[in-house]
């Protein structure tokens, strides 16, 4: 008795210590997101909208790199239980090249066709015009997020997710300041608007990579690239990590296509709607980072277990962190519900567009238990056994099955107001549940990928 009460708090202080950064972080990351959202809606609605569309590009890439990351934390957290250094550093060597080529694939995009992206979205004018002048600026800062975020995931993975929490706080805080300065010219500092905006992200997503890539060469040598070993890898070792990390690439990567393609099912509802949508995401982001934090936990530690060969143990974690989730998505999701017309009291925008805002919200918090049920068993638990394909099918069947037809069928068939949309697109988190829980059940989710076959 004495042992298994030792062994559940050995549990708690370990999720809480890899959980607790990372919502930290997160919550910063949204704060700020939150911050530039209130001060370019100072600039009027065209300016919200025009950022939120030019901000696709980089939700596309951020999504790759979170698919990268999270393919790499699989082999990370299992190699680090088994203690295998060498392939520590292949797998952070085909991390940093596949994030890279990625982010330079994007970055050129968005520089040389600023326009032709733009009116993918919209064919406002004004609109286009804007996210044309920050697009061009913001493309540079995605190849500085590429090494940070493989780097951030790394020392995550080997116990020290408080470091990437310290450079996010001084990055963002930079970010946070530039904003004000560039966007309303305050001082000596020119009035760029929107461009000021991409400016500052760009400079403090550099300084966020040196402050990262220096604290892991002096301190970590466990995770730091020293030698081009780290980027030859024999076709064995290709095919053992790929089938595994591949689908969760491609599982991030058509998800965020899914969510850019619901944004061109908004866009034909209007300005307002994509104003409304774009407020209410930036608030309801602060609420959704504990989902974030519970689910890396739950990755890396039942990755870990599985590493050191614990696979009962790896099964009772499984089962905690469900419980855990739908607990702290009930929470967050009463907290959105309460807190929801006071920020949105917070923008600039006419009083319809915020209460259709407000609206969203509502929907948003009650949907999120089943959302933080989603990300802990679909990011968490399923990956962390190496179960990425099974993960991948229940994600795209959520997305592309249900949530798109009905993005479009809503918006131009039925013709429906945005939170009513928002409302019939909940079924996707529906769909993915049921999916995720009979996978569980089933219990085939445990893989032990740390030995070559």
């Given at each position: ?90 797998v ?8 890279g ?92 608007g ?68 619901y ?20 608030i ?39 419980t ?12 959105e ?110 893989n032990?990928?740390?030995?070559l076959?």
């Amino acid at each position: 008795m004495i042992r298994e009460i030792s062994e559940r708090k050995d549990f708690y202080l370990k999720m809480f210590s890899i959980a607790l950064p990372v919502v930290a972080q997160s919550l910063l990351n949204n704060s700020l997101s939150f911050v530039d959202t209130l001060m370019i809606g100072q600039l009027g609605e065209s300016s919200i909208a025009a950022v939120a569309l030019a901000n696709q590009m980089f939700f596309l890439i951020s999504l790759l790199f979170f698919g990268v990351t999270s393919g790499s934390a699989i082999f990370l957290s299992q190699y680090w239980g088994a203690r295998n250094e060498t392939n520590i550093q292949k797998v952070l060597g085909i991390s940093l090249f596949i994030a890279g080529v990625g982010a330079l694939f994007f970055a050129l995009a968005s520089f040389f066709f600023p326009r032709r992206i733009m009116v993918i979205f919209t064919t406002e004018e004004s609109v286009v015009q804007i996210g044309i002048s920050y697009l061009k600026i913001v493309a540079i800062s995605y190849l500085f997020s590429a090494f940070s975020q493989i780097m951030a995931t790394a020392l995550r993975v080997i116990g020290k997710a408080k470091i990437p929490l310290q450079v996010a706080l001084v990055s963002l805080s930079l970010n946070a300041i530039g904003n004000y300065l560039l966007i309303f010219g305050i001082g000596p500092f020119p009035q760029w608007g929107v461009a000021g905006a991409a400016l500052a992200t760009a400079v403090s997503r550099l300084v966020e990579m040196i402050a990262l890539l220096y604290i892991v060469y002096r301190r970590h040598p466990v995770i730091a690239i020293r030698s081009r070993q780290a980027f030859i890898w024999n076709k064995k070792f290709i095919l053992h990590i790929l089938p595994t990390s591949l689908p969760v690439i491609l599982n991030e990567f058509f998800w965020a296509l899914g969510m850019t393609t619901y944004k061109i099912a908004y866009s034909r509802m209007g300005i307002e709607a994509i104003a409304a949508i774009n407020v209410a995401e930036s608030i309801g982001n602060l609420f959704f980072v504990a989902m974030m934090g519970v689910s890396n936990a739950t990755l890396i530690m039942i990755g870990v277990k599985i590493g050191e060969k614990q696979i009962p143990l790896a099964r009772l974690y499984a089962k905690r962190f469900i419980t855990t989730a739908f607990f702290v998505g009930v929470v967050m999701g009463l907290f959105e519900a309460f807190f929801a017309p006071v920020f949105a009291q917070f923008f600039n925008i006419r009083a319809e567009v915020r209460q259709l805002a407000i609206y969203c919200l509502y929907i948003n918090a009650a949907l999120l238990p089943i959302k933080s049920l989603n990300m802990v068993i679909i990011v968490g638990i399923l990956r962390s056994g190496g179960d990425t394909r099974y993960s991948m099918f229940a994600e795209m069947f959520g997305v592309w099955a249900v949530g798109v037809p009905l993005a479009f069928f809503g918006a131009l068939v039925l013709k429906l107001n945005i939170y009513q949309l928002y409302l019939l697109l909940g079924m996707e988190e529906v769909s993915k549940l049921i999916l995720g829980m009979y996978r569980i059940k089933k219990g085939t989710w445990v893989n032990d990928l740390t030995e070559l076959h």
